[in-house]
T-cell receptor, first 117, second 114 residues
Framework: EAGVTQFPSHSVIEKGQTVTLRCDPI?????LYWYRRVMGKEIKFLLHFVKESKQDESGMPNNRFLAERTGGTYSTLKVQPAELEDSGVYFC???????????????FGEGSRLTVL | GENVEQHPSTLSVQEGDSAVIKCTYSDSASNYFPWYKQELGKRPQLIIDIRSNVGEKKDQRIAVTLNKTAKHFSLHITETQPEDSAVYFC?????????????FGSGTRLQVQP
């Protein structure tokens, strides 16, 4: 079974440009999460989709970040315009429905590293 | 909201020694505490988890303990090996409530010296 896949693995852009990150969750996982890790800090929650609906977007830093999950399958996270402080590794993770699962295990992608110069 | 503190940020041990990583959490409603291991360049992966109805859980060389009263939980790795070298993250979640996103600690970089 394919795991969570993310693209691109590394993106280098200039301040003010736009970047779109993509995540393909594990097939059948309704829950999809975006997290971000800035160097040396915690893996910080950004938002959570249940199918195509945004369940919780309390972690989104500001309105330069836009996440979508049309059709409830893959998700995109767009940063426009990018700022220096947006640099970090953006992780996507998916999980089964918590009501059905025996644990809250998240399955992570390998992350998309964003460098804003 | 939940806040998870993790210590130490880096830990270096000799092969064969034990390693202990500690976390504290703030939300008394949290009842699920997983630990993730991230090897260099790879994705974080769940290695062990514990629920608040038990105080300790063990899986071969790794164990996790939980003190609900003090809101502490710890990861213990015995007989460390070089392949244990990685960044370890603790996390907390109140399963059964409306919140479904893990809150992570800041990570501990473990280096096992051969």
């Amino acid at each position: 079974e394919a795991g969570v896949t993310q693209f691109p693995s590394h993106s280098v852009i200039e301040k003010g440009q736009t970047v779109t990150l993509r995540c393909d969750p594990i097939s059948g996982h309704d829950n999809l999460y975006w997290y971000r890790r800035v160097m040396g800090k915690e893996i910080k929650f950004l938002l959570h989709f249940v199918k195509e609906s945004k369940q919780d977007e309390s972690g989104m830093p500001n309105n330069r970040f836009l996440a979508e999950r049309t059709g409830g399958t893959y998700s995109t996270l767009k940063v426009q315009p990018a700022e220096l402080e947006d640099s970090g590794v953006y992780f996507c993770a998916s999980s089964q429905d918590f009501a059905a699962a025996s644990s809250g295990e998240l399955f992570f992608g390998e992350g998309s590293r964003l460098t804003v110069l | 909201g939940e806040n998870v503190e993790q210590h130490p940020s880096t830990l270096s041990v000799q092969e064969g020694d034990s390693a202990v990583i500690k976390c504290t959490y703030s939300d008394s409603a949290s009842n699920y505490f997983p630990w993730y291991k991230q090897e260099l360049g790879k994705r974080p992966q769940l290695i062990i988890d514990i629920r608040s109805n038990v105080g300790e859980k063990k899986d071969q060389r790794i164990a996790v303990t939980l003190n609900k009263t003090a809101k502490h939980f710890s990861l213990h790795i015995t007989e460390t090996q070089p392949e244990d070298s990685a960044v370890y993250f603790c996390a907390a979640l109140p399963l059964g409530t409306g919140r479904r996103a893990l809150t992570f600690g800041s990570g501990t970089r473990l280096q096992v010296q051969p």
